[in-house]
């Protein structure tokens, strides 16, 4: 069987095709041995005449030759399908390993990619009281702040501008922008009154 047309690129299935292939001269070959051994177990080298020279009557000639020219072609194409076989192997493991060097290229650069366009934090949260306006919305320990309201790194100046975008928002949702474990996540907080001190906790 020769190289799958049209240039494309060997598949699991064509291995599979070839190594049917492979199967069935192995069951030929075997066929014709048997054929030979059916003739007084003639194989691949006894002679075919005897002792005066004279074909030998107790076989069938034609049979054997043509066993035997049968064998070493088949012998030949056994050969030739174990090469493809092999390089369809090599071809399947050097494009799963090119695959492999690709995916994990493009999940490096992804994570580069993102590194870079994350933006700079200028506060970090360092605790959140349950139960408490900061804890309902979903704010954990350790999240750095890249916006809180209207506040980012641009234009932040100390906590005072957090508290007075605070102030101003009661019982109104303000949209958070935090950085947690590598990525940006959204926070939607509404600082209100309750039992605890502060609007957020």
């Given at each position: 069987m020769a190289e799958p047309s049209g240039g494309r690129?060997?598949?699991?299935?064509?291995?599979?095709?070839?190594?049917?292939?492979?199967?069935?001269?192995?069951?030929q070959i075997k066929a014709c041995y048997e054929l030979l051994e059916g003739q007084k177990g003639v194989g691949m080298h006894e002679p075919l005449v005897d002792a005066e020279g004279f074909p030998r009557a107790d076989?069938?000639?034609?049979?054997?030759?043509?066993?035997?020219?049968?064998i070493i072609c088949l012998q030949n194409d056994?050969?030739?399908?174990?090469?493809?076989?092999?390089?369809?192997?090599?071809?399947?493991?050097?494009?799963?390993k090119e695959k492999r060097a690709k995916d994990e290229a493009e999940a490096l650069a992804e994570a580069m990619s993102q590194n870079q366009?994350?933006?700079q934090a200028f506060a970090k949260v360092n605790a959140v009281t349950p139960g408490s306006p900061a804890s309902v919305s979903g704010l954990q320990v350790d999240d750095e702040i890249v916006e809180f309201g209207s506040v980012n790194?641009?234009?932040?100046?100390?906590?005072?501008?957090?508290?007075t975008v605070v102030q101003h928002s009661e019982g109104r949702p303000l949209s958070v922008t935090v950085i947690r474990g590598g990525r940006r996540v959204h926070v939607g907080l509404t600082p209100k009154r309750w039992a605890g001190k502060g609007l957020l906790g």
């Open positions: 690129p060997v598949t699991v299935s064509d291995v599979q095709q070839l190594v049917r292939r492979k199967d069935e001269i192995e069951a076989i069938d000639l034609y049979q054997v030759r043509t066993a035997r020219h049968n056994h050969k030739a399908v174990m090469k493809q076989v092999e390089e369809a192997l090599h071809k399947l493991h050097a494009r799963e366009s994350l933006p790194v641009n234009n932040f100046q100390n906590l005072q501008n957090i508290a």
